[in-house]
């Protein structure tokens, strides 16, 4: 079974901006794994930040974006906000099934 | 407005039957697919499987084929989550979420979650 890898851990600092990743192990990952971002905070239902690679939502605030860079998915957070810390999962579709990445824990600080 | 709305808390005992619902509203529930998802205490999102509410085609995670059943009923826009005999390690919080097509992850709506405490 495919692996979906995502960085465990990232740190930012208010205003700056970071870039979360999604891979897989099978190769680089392609809009035909439509590719999806989710956010979750603590104590929360996971809320959908992007779909199939670079799709928004009209909840999705115009600071976050997604696209494939260097045979990944990424999630390109641009002026970080302290409310913009939370777990960021991708999440890939495969061949009969569809496999979660392990989370990113996103620090504002 | 679209709502998927959840089941409440449930503690059961090793080797118990449960089953957890998800009532959708706002939309036609015929047209949507439903994913569940798993999130054991302190870890990630696990994909557990998917089901057509229009003709009740499912789609397991190998994962979890055969340790869970979904199922819906479209007379009351529900669909649900069962265990015939839960163990210990079924502890965590169970979301259910809509998307359009059967392997395409595209959940837009997501209910509130329900936690499952199997505990002797």
């Known amino acids: 079974q495919a692996v979906v890898t995502q960085e465990p851990s990232l740190t930012v600092s208010p205003g700056e901006t970071v870039t979360l990743t999604c891979g897989s192990n099978?190769?680089?990952?392609?809009?035909?794994?439509?590719p999806c971002w989710f956010q979750q905070k603590p104590g929360q239902a996971p809320r959908t930040l992007i779909y199939d690679t670079t799709n928004t939502h009209s909840w999705t605030p115009a600071r976050f974006s997604g696209s494939l860079l260097g045979g990944k998915a990424a999630l390109t957070l641009l002026g970080a906000q302290p409310e913009d810390e939370a777990d960021y999962y991708c999440v890939l579709s495969f061949s009969g099934t569809v496999i979660f990445g392990g989370g990113t824990k996103l620090t504002v600080l | 407005e679209v709502q998927l709305v959840q089941s409440g808390a449930g503690v059961k005992k090793p080797g118990e039957s449960l089953k957890i619902s998800c009532q959708g509203s706002?939309?036609?529930?015929?047209?949507?697919?439903i994913t569940w998802v798993r999130q054991l205490p302190g870890k990630g999102l696990e994909w557990m499987g998917t089901i057509d509410p229009s003709d009740s085609y499912t789609k397991y995670s190998p994962s979890f084929q055969g340790h869970v059943t979904m199922s819906t009923d479209r007379s009351i826009t529900t669909a649900y989550l069962h265990w015939s005999s839960l163990k210990a390690a079924d502890t965590a919080f169970y979301y259910c979420?809509?998307?359009?097509?059967?392997?395409?992850?595209?959940?837009?709506?997501w209910g509130q979650g329900t936690l499952v405490t199997v505990s002797s």
């Open positions: 706002g939309y036609d529930f015929s047209t949507y697919w």
């Open positions: 979420a809509r998307h359009p097509t059967m392997l395409r992850p595209e959940f837009d709506y």
């Open positions: 099978t190769g680089p990952v392609t809009s035909g794994h439509i």
